[in-house]
């Protein structure tokens, strides 16, 4: 076996145990219905009590629901840091597909058109696969051929690689260089597709990834708690602080020690690399809906119509959700979009959201500990179902 072919086979067997690692307890359905019929002066102390039983140190939760007021808890460690921000992970993509998409709208370029002539930094047409044509509506669905499902992040103080070198020479061991092999039009989950997006951005717009979601995204949607730095500056983002990761050794996601106060760097930043709070990335979620419903936003009516448009694909992972553009979606029989979802794994971090178009209700729960993939699953579910948020 061939040096590249080892690497390769690595690379998909730390994707494989990164994908299929979970928390370590499971969403309990009756802790989901407490939190769906608890009375709201009772909703904190039952996240608190959650949060200690999955062993979650910091959780920021924010529930926004029609024009009420937006509801913030705060949960361990989030509660002294009112501005503290926590790793996004894969809720990364929804924010990037969105900047990306402004870029090109801004630019003139049509989202299914071939794209492969613009990139400046990498010969796209020399990545097994890249002699076909390539359009960004489906480098954003997953639906691109790309390959790396994941990127398990780099220890703090480590050598970042570029842009393009995680694309063409990842020097990562468990990282393989992104190929367009896979069959065209068939969903298969690849951060990989959206490091190649990401790459493509910088080059049209001659800036660093991190400055162009700044102008972009960030600063008109007033997301002022959100920075896509990497590696993260402490100094640079005061008065804003870091929530740290709070991690045990876990082998399946390349933790061989324990994050202890600590946290991971992602240069795959388009795919994992937004810094944030539940309250900002609640501000981007209710922009991305009131462009798509018509609404006063600053986001682009036809962006956000895209986005929330399910790709014609195959081979959906899970049978109840389709996927649009940087972001899951569930419809119903008349394929009205019923629901808006992204959950996300970092090392050590664990995110989700969800929203209904229909009812106007947006959950997003960040937060610093593995056992918030359980977390996230009971408090998204059970604040989307409380009927005490909706707006008298």
């Not at 049509?110 to 480098?139: V, W, Y």
């Not at 600063?219 to 730095?229: E, H, I, N, V």
């Not at 694909?313 to 899970?318: S, V, Y």
């Not at 419809?331 to 929203?355: C, E, I, P, T």
Request: negative net charge; glycine residues 8%; aromatic residues 6%.
């Amino acid at each position: 076996m061939s040096i590249s072919a080892i690497k390769r086979l690595t690379a998909f067997l730390a994707a494989s145990m990164l994908s299929a690692c979970s928390g370590p307890s499971e969403p309990d359905p009756v802790a989901t219905e407490r939190i769906a019929t608890a009375k709201l002066d009772r909703v904190e102390a039952i996240l608190s009590e959650r949060a200690d039983h999955h062993a979650v140190t910091a959780a920021s939760i924010t529930v926004l629901s029609g024009s009420a007021p937006a509801r913030t808890y705060r949960i361990g460690e989030a509660q002294t840091q009112t501005q503290g921000l926590m790793q996004a992970a894969s809720l990364s993509k929804a924010v990037a597909a969105a900047g990306i998409l402004t870029l090109m709208e801004r630019e003139g370029i049509d989202i299914d058109a071939d794209i492969r002539s613009l990139f400046d930094t990498i010969e796209i047409g020399l990545i097994p696969g890249g002699d076909q044509p390539l359009s960004m509506r489906a480098l954003l669905s997953h639906t691109a051929g790309a390959t790396q499902s994941g990127y398990p992040g780099y220890r703090r103080g480590s050598d970042l690689p570029s842009s393009t070198a995680i694309i063409t020479d990842p020097p990562s061991r468990v990282v393989s260089a992104v190929e367009l092999s896979l069959p065209r039009g068939e969903f298969s989950y690849a951060g990989g597709g959206y490091q190649i997006a990401q790459v493509l951005a910088e080059d049209i717009s001659g800036q660093p990834f991190a400055e162009l979601m700044r102008t972009m995204i960030l600063d008109p949607l007033g997301m002022t708690a959100s920075t896509f730095m990497q590696p993260i500056d402490p100094d640079a983002v005061a008065p804003l602080t870091i929530i740290p990761a709070d991690s045990p050794r876990r082998i399946r996601e390349g933790l061989f020690r324990p994050l202890e106060n600590d946290w991971f760097d992602y240069p795959e930043q388009a795919a994992a690399g937004l810094w944030t709070t539940s309250t900002d990335y609640a501000r981007f979620v209710d922009a991305l809906l009131d462009a798509a419903s018509g609404r006063p936003s600053p986001l682009s009516p036809r962006i956000a119509k895209a986005m929330l448009t399910p790709v014609a694909a195959t081979n959906f992972g899970d049978a109840d959700l389709m996927y649009g553009l940087g972001v899951a979606l569930r419809v119903d029989a008349q394929d009205h979009v019923v629901l808006v979802r992204h959950s996300g794994l970092n090392a050590g971090y664990r995110a989700l959201f969800s929203a209904e178009p229909i009812g106007e209700r947006i959950v997003i729960s960040l937060t610093n500990a593995p056992g918030g993939a359980a977390f996230n699953e009971e408090v998204v579910q059970g604040l989307l179902q409380n009927p005490g948020f909706t707006q008298p």
